[in-house]
């Protein structure tokens, strides 16, 4: 059984950082690329990031890029989500998921979400 498991949501402040982590078991993570993507009141699920499954190739968001670093540890099954300079509208649930690599991708597992609230 696959599990995808985040953590490190919160309330910061705009201009803040904060790091996700989604830990993951039940599946060679190793074979799959793995993606974070969210979902903010009102509105439909978005792509953030994605990182194929050898972690030398990513695919960002234009809203989040020069902001946010996506990063996998192989060791631990866990991938990364370091997001530097907040800004209000980055206010959503973040879900990780696990599948193929894109653009566009195709992810068939996902996590149950963490909440990431920024303050202006």
């Known amino acids: 059984q696959v599990q995808l498991v985040e953590s490190g949501g919160g309330l910061e402040q705009a201009g803040g950082s904060l790091r996700l982590s989604c830990a993951a078991s039940g599946r060679t993570f190793s074979s799959y690329a793995m993606g974070w993507f969210r979902q903010a009141p009102g509105k439909e699920r978005e792509f953030v990031v994605g990182?194929?499954?050898?972690?030398?190739?990513?695919d960002y968001a234009d809203s989040v890029k020069g902001r946010f670093t996506i990063s996998r540890d192989g060791a631990k099954n866990t991938v990364y989500l370091q997001m530097n300079s907040l800004k209000p509208e980055d206010t959503a649930v973040y879900y990780c998921?696990?599948?193929?690599?894109?653009?566009?991708?195709?992810?068939?597992?996902w996590g149950q979400g963490t909440q990431v609230t920024v303050s202006s």
């Open positions: 998921a696990t599948g193929l690599y894109g653009p566009p991708g195709q992810y068939d597992y």
């Open positions: 990182i194929n499954w050898s972690g030398d190739s990513t």
